[in-house]
């Protein structure tokens, strides 16, 4: 359970840095590719916005990466799962153009096979795996208790043309 609360809090980081800044740089793209309808000014403006967009993209992805990201290696050192030899490869995430590859999702899966390994566990990949289908499972069938709870409280919808008699 310890470990795929740390792989999804990873994959929570990858996805939300990676989602964040690829829209950015598409959203500026777009308004760039409409810029350039612009007469005669219309190209420079276009590979200006083009240009700042992937820098604003870039930018908001190292914010997220140093404030959560240094988040999550707390949570790693507080669970006894911070080893200075794996934590190198969030390096990654500081290089323009390879920052969006998964770089916390394999920090987090190399340090519980690590901690798995000096705490004499035995963990493998499919246990990994296992661990993380059936939790996304559970999710699932809590999110699918919650809504036909809802269902049971929310009151039915009556005919808004009811006839008097």
Partial sequence: MQYALIIFTALFLDGLS???SLSIASAT???????QLIPFVGTALGTAT???GLIFGFIINISLNFTLGAGFLLMLSLNGM??????A???GELIPGINNLP???LIAVRSCREHAKRS???LSTKEISTTL?????AITAQQELAKQKMDEIRPRAQTPYATAT
């Avoid at 793209?29 to 810029?35: E, I």
């Avoid at 289908?133 to 499972?137: E, K």
Wanted: charged share 10%; net charge positive.
């Fill in 18 to 20: 990676a989602a964040l």
């Fill in 29 to 35: 793209t777009g308004v760039g590719g409409l810029l």
């Fill in 133 to 137: 289908s059936t939790r996304a499972s």
């Fill in 120 to 122: 004499g566990e035995k």
């Fill in 89 to 91: 490869w969030g390096g």
């Fill in 103 to 105: 770089f916390w999702t």
């Fill in 50 to 52: 083009w240009a700042t």
């Fill in 82 to 87: 911070f080893y200075w030899k794996i934590v």
